[in-house]
């Protein structure tokens, strides 16, 4: 089994970092492997992305709070992981 995260972060110019950071399941209708929503249609910048896949969430959750450390908004996807 597979897992990415997904991230969409405002810049960092901004006075707050903020954005919304999940892990999804390979087989997630959200991500299908990293695969969709590379990024948003009006958005050229690497805010808006899926990480590389891991084989493990303790990889991916370890990859999203070393990355994403100082977003509050971080958990796992509320449809393919929420019994994890």
């Given at each position: 089994?597979?897992?990415?995260?997904?991230?969409?972060?405002?810049?960092?110019?901004?006075?707050?970092?903020?954005g919304?950071?999940?892990?999804?399941?390979?087989?997630?209708?959200?991500?299908?492997?990293?695969?969709?929503h590379?990024?948003?249609?009006?958005?050229?910048?690497?805010?808006?992305?899926?990480?590389?896949?891991?084989?493990?969430l303790?990889?991916?959750?370890?990859?999203m709070?070393?990355?994403?450390?100082?977003?509050?908004?971080?958990g796992?996807?509320?449809?393919?992981?929420?019994?994890a």
């Amino acid at each position: 089994m597979s897992f990415y995260v997904f991230h969409s972060v405002l810049p960092e110019h901004t006075r707050l970092r903020s954005g919304q950071i999940r892990i999804h399941k390979g087989e997630c209708l959200h991500c299908r492997r990293g695969g969709t929503h590379k990024k948003r249609p009006d958005d050229d910048s690497e805010l808006t992305g899926w990480s590389r896949g891991f084989e493990s969430l303790a990889e991916a959750r370890a990859y999203m709070n070393r990355q994403f450390g100082d977003i509050n908004d971080k958990g796992l996807c509320k449809y393919c992981l929420r019994s994890a």
